[in-house]
């Protein structure tokens, strides 16, 4: 199971910070949808100058326009770009086909879906890389909130997926024992008094 750090930051300075800090424990990093919003794809173009050997992970949210969007992030250095599982069939599609033009994937990000298990097999049918069993932030303060629906569905789908989600050092090993073929991990370490130590710490619980 690989590990990827979330940067949910809001300047290429941090997330340059951050990245430098956990790069040797991680195998994907990720610029958050907020920082790119809030700084622009050029964060993703210094983040992979940087780290040129990592997975590089643009967390677009696209709903719409999945062509354009896919290409400019790919054009910004992604190596992986997400959509909405809630976007119409043509708009992956279309991601799929920016991706496969510059070799590169499409994750198909499932917050929000009500049905995760039968969109994950749909869009991994139109050519996603893997999905993200993903609840977002807002989800997961509300009360009673854990895991566990997440690790259902990726057993149940039965296709490559991500899980994110409040991830941390009590719920890695579940993770990986749902079958995740990545563990993505972001106030867990971004949070962290010591976000090196907090990441080596994921990688170590990994088997
Ligand atoms: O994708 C995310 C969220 O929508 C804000 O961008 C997070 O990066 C993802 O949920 C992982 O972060 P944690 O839940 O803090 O581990």
New binding site residues.
């Given amino acids: 199971m690989k590990l990827q750090v979330?940067m949910?930051l809001l300047t290429v300075e941090d997330a340059l910070e951050l990245a430098g800090k956990v790069a040797e424990y991680v195998d994907i990093i990720?610029l958050?949808?907020?920082l790119i919003k809030a700084a622009g794809l050029s964060a993703v173009t210094a983040v992979k100058a940087a780290h040129p050997d990592k997975i590089v992970f643009a967390?677009m949210k696209t709903m719409d326009a999945g062509e354009l969007e896919a290409d400019i992030a790919f054009k910004a250095g992604a190596d992986l770009v997400t959509i909405l599982g809630a976007a119409d069939d043509s708009t992956i599609a279309g991601a799929v086909k920016a991706a496969k033009a510059h070799n590169k994937g499409i994750v198909v990000d499932l917050?929000g879906v009500a049905d995760k298990v039968t969109r994950a097999r749909e869009v991994r049918a139109l050519g996603a890389k893997f999905v993200e069993m993903?609840?977002?932030?807002d989800e997961?303060a509300k009360p009673g909130y854990d895991l566990t629906g997440l690790l259902r569905s990726g057993e149940e789908a039965r296709v490559p997926f991500s899980v994110?989600?409040?991830?941390n050092l009590s719920t890695i090993e579940a993770v990986q024992r749902a079958g995740a073929d990545v563990a993505?991990?972001?106030?867990?370490i971004y949070g962290a008094a010591d976000p090196a130590l907090a990441a080596k710490n994921l990688r170590d619980a990994i088997r």
């Fill in positions: 979330a949910d990720e958050g949808t907020p967390d917050i993903h609840a977002g932030l997961q994110a989600g409040g991830v993505v991990a972001g106030g867990a």
